[in-house]
């Protein structure tokens, strides 16, 4: 309980410094679509292919959908890179914009892409297992999965801060961490349940609209429903790439933001 109060804390800390420059609520918005883009733009051969030839089909599917997955990953990357990058922009002292944001991002596409390379490689070797092993493969991939989301959860602020590639930004995150992880556990629960409350109401409303059976209604209560969850989404995205921001400046002592408190941040990292 302490712990998730800890979060709620930050998750507020970070709200208090994101709303300076909100405009970088859109960054998330513009990545997920873009990812979506890139996602199909790249996969479209495959699945040409794949409906004209069925002896070259399964390879092409293969294929190019780890190509539209690595695309997908890297740009919603580079997104998150660019908020990671308008928030400490932020507690130098700056006035960031999506524009300046988006600059020194930029600066580590290559970087970036590296990182996409990595997180894409481990979530297919992770899916791998669970589809050859079962029961045991479905726990390997859970735990995993976990395990190299905590310990890469500083990743991005690294190469973004440090131009690092992506397997040292793995390492320099995981030394930044201490073994105990409830920290960064309890954070992104607390950060999913307050999004999914936040688009409650959408659900709930867009259920009622289809239950109607009206056509009109159905078709408003789908547009709404999914607007509201991609506010929030993107909104949620935009508060851990702060929070990551954050916790990585007070782990390698620099200047964070007053909003955050050092009773809140110090549990979760140690200086080097």
């Known amino acids: 309980m302490n712990r998730l109060s800890n979060a709620w804390r930050l998750a507020k800390a970070s709200w208090q410094v994101l709303s300076q420059d909100r405009e970088l609520v859109l960054v998330p ?3 997920a679509v873009g990812a979506v883009l890139a996602f199909a733009v790249v996969a479209s051969p495959g699945a040409l292919i794949g409906g004209g030839d069925e002896s070259s089909g399964s390879w092409a599917l293969w294929l190019f959908g780890l190509l539209a997955l690595l695309a997908a990953t890297w740009v919603f990357a580079v997104g998150q890179a660019t908020v990671v990058a308008g928030a400490g922009q932020r507690m130098e002292g700056g ?125 408003v209560g789908v547009v709404v429903a999914l607007v509201w969850i991609g506010l929030v989404a993107a909104t949620v995205s935009a508060l851990s790439a702060v929070f990551k921001t954050a916790l990585y400046r007070y782990a390698v002592g620099d200047p964070v933001d007053p909003a955050f408190s050092p009773a809140d941040l110090s549990g979760a990292f140690r200086r080097r």
């Open 95 to 219: 006035n960031p914009t999506i524009g300046t944001a988006f600059a020194q991002a930029r600066n580590r596409l290559g970087r970036i892409f590296e990182w996409a390379v990595l997180a894409t490689v481990v979530a297919v070797v992770l899916d791998f297992l669970e589809e050859r092993l079962g029961i045991a493969g479905r726990i390997v991939a859970w735990l995993g999965g976990a395990a190299f989301s905590i310990l890469s959860f500083l990743a991005l602020p690294v190469i973004v801060f440090e131009d690092v590639g992506a397997i040292e930004a793995f390492k320099r995150s995981a030394r930044l961490l201490k073994s105990t992880w409830g920290e960064q556990v309890a954070f992104s629960f607390g950060m999913g349940l307050l999004g999914f409350l936040v688009a409650l109401p959408a659900i709930l409303v867009g259920g009622l609209l289809l239950a109607t059976g009206v056509v009109v209604l159905q078709a």
């Open 29 to 31: 918005v513009v990545a």
